[in-house]
């Protein structure tokens, strides 16, 4: 793969705030979809 389509895919993710921006949506996404689930 191209280093430098590397470098720039890599480099949002490297930031320590947007990494756990990121997460932290992820997983209240999750709990929400899980609790839809459970709720009908």
């Known amino acids: 793969m191209d280093p430098v389509l590397l470098a720039e895919a890599a480099s949002p993710a490297d930031v320590p705030g947007v990494r756990l921006l990121g997460v932290v949506v992820g997983g ?12 009908r």
């Open 28 to 39: 209240l996404l999750l709990i929400a979809a899980i609790r839809a689930m459970f709720r």
